[in-house]
């Protein structure tokens, strides 16, 4: 058996399993689980330090994720937006394909909490009607492949689909949404990324949430996959009491591009029902950001957005930087706070005759 599937056979997926020193009663927690799957392999298992770190919190089941009613079953409203079973076309060029119902970790935060780790979430039967969708739709130039993860799939049903997508014409982009460089980083193999290579233009976007995942595996993991000529982006969520400090967001998107991952998104949480003790208030997102542009590299920042609840897609915000006064013209704010009058077209420093007619 390879080493990455041994993990996930090694993980524990129920709280009475956990070792000792983390501590839990099982009693109420074994209720959490029978309605929102726990898995943890022996990996990220790993990376927790002690009770309560950033690590545990992600992954340990909390009696909170039944108790508290707030949220959404189906936040997006993926299901309304799904014209076949497991496949979301709410953009008019791209959609969002679910090709797998596992994950290597179950995290407490999932927006998908209602069905992944669940038996039916995918099957081949959903799969052949999302390709034949996809087929079908000339307008789609992009597909995400998300899940679950979809490289806990096995490398020939990996294959089978990159190979029927790339068989499509109109399919410019392929894009494969997976935490396993950062929670399985065993999984990417290079046999894995042999197969995913051959399938270019592909990218990958992983979700690294703590400056902790980076360790030395989900590193190489990452390495492999540039070094296949694959661009690695990275979405974070910010989540309450794990990575909602600006300091923390920043140092991980400065380690992330040091393994060579590139920030793409930092999301909002999503109104997702049994995730309400992770939510955070908007202005976190836009302080985050706000210690970010102008104090760090440009490739450093992601785009801050939230999905909205009810389906209609992501908004990207930023912190206010550009004000318009009365008289039309523009007043931006530096990093430092500092404002500065944006000349308009007309005004002399742009040099004279620039917008003479007949230009
Ligand atoms: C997030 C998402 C996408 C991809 O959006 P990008 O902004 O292109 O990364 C596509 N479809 C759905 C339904 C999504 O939720
Ligand atoms: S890896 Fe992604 S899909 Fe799976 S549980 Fe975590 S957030 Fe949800």
């Known amino acids: 058996m390879s080493k990455w599937k041994k993990l996930l ?38 990376l927790i330090k002690r009770k309560g770190d950033p690590i545990y919190a992600q992954c340990i089941p909390d009696t909170r994720e039944i108790t508290d009613p707030s949220g959404l079953e189906d936040p997006l409203d993926e299901e309304a937006r799904s014209p076949v079973p ?24 999932c927006n998908r909490k209602r069905k992944v780790g669940k038996p ?14 996809i087929r079908d ?4 130039r992009d597909v995400l492949l998300s899940g679950g993860d979809p490289l806990l799939l096995e490398n020939n049903a990996l294959k089978r689909i990159l190979s029927a997508l790339r068989a499509m014409r109109h399919v410019e982009i392929i894009r494969i949404g997976t935490r ?10 290079p046999a894995l990324t042999d ?18 995942e980076i360790t030395r595996q989900s590193a190489s993991a990452c390495e492999r996959l540039a070094d296949a000529g694959i661009p ?14 600006a300091l923390t967001i920043r140092e991980l998107m400065r380690k992330l591009l040091t393994i060579r991952v590139r920030p793409y998104y930092l999301f909002q949480a999503d109104l997702a029902r049994g995730t309400a003790h992770f939510w955070t208030p908007l202005d976190t997102g836009l302080r985050v950001l706000d210690q970010i542009h102008g104090h760090t590299s440009g490739l450093c920042a992601p ?17 206010d930087y550009a004000e318009k006064t009365e008289k039309g013209r523009w007043i931006l704010r530096n990093y430092q706070g500092k404002k500065t009058l944006y000349p308009p077209p007309e005004a002399e420093c742009f040099g004279e005759g620039r917008h003479a007619k007949g230009e």
């Open 303 to 319: 785009h801050f957005a939230v999905d909205l609840p009810g389906g209609g897609g992501k908004v990207p915000m930023l912190p």
């Open 195 to 212: 197969l995913l290579k051959k399938y270019h233009p592909l990218y990958v976007v992983t979700h690294f949430n703590h400056p902790r």
């Open 86 to 109: 497991g496949l979301t076309h709410r953009y008019p060029d791209r959609v969002l394909f679910l090709v797998s119902g596992r994950c290597a970790v179950y995290c407490r935060f």
């Open 137 to 140: 739709h000339h307008e789609i």
């Open 120 to 133: 039916g979430m995918v099957s081949n039967t959903t799969i052949e009607a999302g390709l034949r969708y």
């Open 180 to 189: 396993v460089p950062c929670t399985l980083p065993q999984r990417v193999t």
């Open 9 to 46: 056979a090694e993980s524990v997926t129920s709280p009475g399993d956990l070792p000792g020193h983390l501590g839990l009663s099982t009693g109420e927690l074994d209720e959490v689980v029978r309605t929102y799957p726990m898995r943890i392999n022996p990996y990220f298992l790993g």
């Open 232 to 245: 690695v982006g990275s979405q974070t969520v910010l989540l309450r009491g794990i990575n909602d400090r």
